[in-house]
């Protein structure tokens, strides 16, 4: 279970004292997900804005002329008590309308977006929404009342993109409580006259991931624009359809850049909800993909080694033992030495219980995984990285002797990457290593010589030979003496 205490909820839905609680379920295999935050603003903007725009607060300054609507027949006679009623009264007042009679005020609000393009009246109705659910996060619950059935009460904050921001925070709240038998395939209402088919959820979700999808490309504003995005993601990533469409919008590579040490109180709130983006997408195979190519892993390692934020740590946690069994990640963790990793954020004093039960429970995975791993899988993995390390196995004569014939599967697959590493990387340490492990194939496999000479290795070898580092040059020297001598007569050879 993860529970959070943050500036800024994701995902929340309802609120106990001045905590605001979403209880959710994830995988479908029964793990709940609590997300706790002592905020007083879910909803609200940014508070980094610049002096001259606009802000909530200006916005509800504003007197709206309710009378010339109805006059216009923009608005109905109820629809005009309603609002006297509610416009600019006490906090308290507006809540205990709230309370007695919450749909009817949401069917106003909602009709206002559909019928008013006037983008004051607009903007002001936005803000009165945020308003009402950053008091109270559940009232979302009250776009979804049997009574509003015949209202659509998506597609307004679709075309009301301060209108972009703040409808695509209020429309993932309203779409993050829906009722769970309102799936794909069904719209969040029927219309009455049957004449306009109504919004569907996947209508929302996609136009929403789009929307998102740019704002991470392009931030419409330079402070806001990203962590607005990674806020929703944060609370829709749930939705199949959401990473559906956000894995084909090739999205999960404009979250990697994020994945970085934090300081400041912002950058930290920014690093978290990015986390549980991946952690969020580590439940689905197709993104697991991309994470596993990319430098996801590298990244996540780094952020926990260097975070004392224990809500950051623990999302990262899990999010490594959720991906630790898919494919080569185990064996890449391993090679990124994140048994040493959990070994050291052990020794630290944590206080979050549910942290150190997380840290555990990814020791043991590891020492599991280590076990199914063989030395030459967690060796052929690190290859394939082309990032070398003098590693123990490196230099373990029986793992050379064990493994030996390994290096012939796929046609000599591992050995020619080994020699690509020679002429592409331009690390020392990893040229270094790479030279070693030709001289080490050809003192151990009983045609190394003649493989290594037909795969064209001595040529980049040779010229390693005269590299400015010396533990390339010391390498390289053994691996041509090898390569003349042959294993018969290098075997004495020591480095």
Known sequence: MIKETSNLAVGTVGVSSQDDIYNGKENGKGQTVKFISHSNRVLGFFTAMDQAELTTEQVLRRDIPWETY???????????????????RPENHRAQLLDDDGPSYVRVFVRVLRDIFKEDTVEYVLALIDEMLAANPKRARLFHDSTLADEDTYEPFLRNWFIQEKSCKILALIVSVRPKNQNSTVSNGEASNGNKPFTTIDDVLIGLVKWLCEQLKKPSHPIRGVPTAINCLATLLKEPVVRSSFVQADGVKLLVPLISPASTQQSIQLLYETCLCIWLLSYYEPAIEYLATSRTLPRLIDVVKSSTKEKVVRVVVLTLKNLMSKGTLGAQMVDLQLPQVVQSLKAQAWSDEDLLEALNSLEEVLKDNIKKLSSFDVYKQEVLLGHLDWSPMHKDRIFWRENITNFEENDFQILRVIITILDTS??????????????QFIQHHPAGRIIVTDLKAKERVMKLMNHENAEVTKNALLCIQ????????????QV
């Open 70 to 88: 109805m006059s216009t027949k923009l608005i109905s006679g109820t629809s005009l008590q309603l609002l006297r009623r509610y416009d600019h």
């Open 426 to 439: 331009s690390d020392p340490r990893t040229l270094a290593v790479a030279c070693y492990d030709l001289s």
């Open 482 to 493: 090898r390569l003349f001598l042959g294993a018969k007569y290098a075997s004495f050879l």
